[in-house]
């Protein structure tokens, strides 16, 4: 695994705006950055990211099926009561998922480390499954990388091939799509993917979380008074769940992507669950509840909120003491504590791989690089290849 220097496309901005890659620059700061790469061996990518994946989102699962069944967990997760049931109940029916994330720690050799499931409203989707392929096209037909330079990235393949399933199995074929409003990166990403249902020969209407609104029957509608059947919401559930219309999600027969058994996944509780459930896997980090932290023997720590997002308070701890941290909105409902495994540094870089699943299936991998140990939203995106 090397990150290597790169010349920048000629007026590749100017081809991001009209392919409507909106949001490489944000806040005067570059978020996509082509001005370098990683280059991955195929042994690398199959043998240490994509069959750990799957055997992690396998495991993920399993821990879903001991949730819904246990009460003291659901608590545990901070799921409000109300929701236990309906939240089973999408899971005994296996509601379809669209989608996730696993994020790890990975420097081209040993065994890949999971830091977390990103399994209700990852982002980054356009980047990974359009534009960084864009960019892999370009390069080899400018013979600046070598013809048989390739990307683990079939996305867009299997994001269509997925919204075709989903509809078959709502017998639905209008998919409203959502996301709020003033969130230019968010709605860059649900653009996308309504193109992938178009794709899929959907009806693919689009409405802002602020416009959705409730008819007389306890439907929820959009801005237009439609009826919403079937919707994909990058919403947070912990959000909607203790919103003014949260009351409404369990009687509105509104089929959901994601479905609600993802509370579960997209919950930090998750992973003192896998280290509970598979103490020891090569591939997790020791994780405890707050009460359980005593059995945590590593110096080092990072204190996580059980809901939080972009790595927003988000601590790293030497001693009991803080080390580093990010601020933000979160830590209310309680932290998780996972023993400190630092991010590989490229170039004075600290590099995070997501890597995705579409259906179960592992489908592509996001390179997000820092000058700080903990990812943000503003983290870099940088491309990646195979080679060798």
């Known amino acids: 695994m090397f990150r290597l220097p790169s010349q920048p496309r000629a007026n590749w901005q100017q081809k991001a705006q009209s392919f409507g890659f909106h949001f490489h620059t944000m806040y005067g700061e570059p978020y996509w950055d082509e001005s370098a790469y990683y280059q991955f061996t195929l042994k690398q990518i199959e043998r240490d990211l994509e069959d750990p994946t799957e055997e992690i989102h396998q495991m993920c699962l399993e821990v879903v099926e001991q949730v819904v069944r246990d009460e003291a967990l659901m608590a545990r997760f901070q799921i409000p009561e109300t929701f236990w049931q309906p939240i089973a109940d999408s899971w005994n029916i296996r509601a379809p998922s669209l989608y996730s994330r696993l994020d790890f720690a990975y420097d081209g050799s040993g065994h890949a480390k999971l830091y977390e499931n990103n399994a209700d409203t990852p982002t980054s989707l356009y980047e990974s499954g359009f534009w960084q392929w864009l960019w892999l096209q370009d390069k080899v037909d400018s013979n600046q990388l070598a013809r048989n330079a390739d990307q683990f990235n079939s996305l867009q393949e299997k994001l269509i091939n997925q919204f075709a399933q989903i509809a078959q199995f709502y017998k639905s074929d209008v998919f409203h799509f959502a996301c709020c409003q003033d969130t230019v990166e968010d709605r860059g990403t649900v653009q996308y993917l309504q193109d992938c249902a178009a794709e899929a020969g959907l009806d693919v209407p689009f409405v802002f979380i602020e416009q959705i609104g409730i008819d007389e029957t306890g439907r929820f509608t959009d801005h237009q008074d439609l009826q919403i059947d079937t919707l994909f919401k990058l919403y947070p559930w912990e959000f909607m769940q203790r919103e003014e219309f949260g009351e ?133 995106y940088l491309p990646h290849i195979i080679l060798g």
């Open 248 to 380: 409404y999600i369990i009687e509105s027969e509104t089929n959901w992507i994601e479905p609600l058994w993802k509370s579960v996944l997209s919950n930090k509780a998750l992973m003192p669950m896998l280290w509970k459930t598979f103490k020891g896997h090569p591939n997790l980090l020791p994780a405890f509840f707050e009460d359980e932290k005593h059995h945590c023997d590593s110096a080092k720590v990072v204190k996580k909120p059980i809901f939080s997002r972009e790595g927003a308070n988000v601590s790293i701890l030497q001693d009991g003491k803080i080390a580093q941290s990010a601020d933000g909105p979160y830590g209310e409902e309680g932290f998780i504590y996972q023993a400190f495994h630092p991010l590989p540094q490229f170039d004075k870089n600290y590099t995070l791989i997501g890597s995705w699943l579409v259906n179960d299936k592992p489908a592509g991998i996001s390179v997000r690089e820092d000058s700080s140990l903990i990812t943000q939203d503003m983290s870099r």
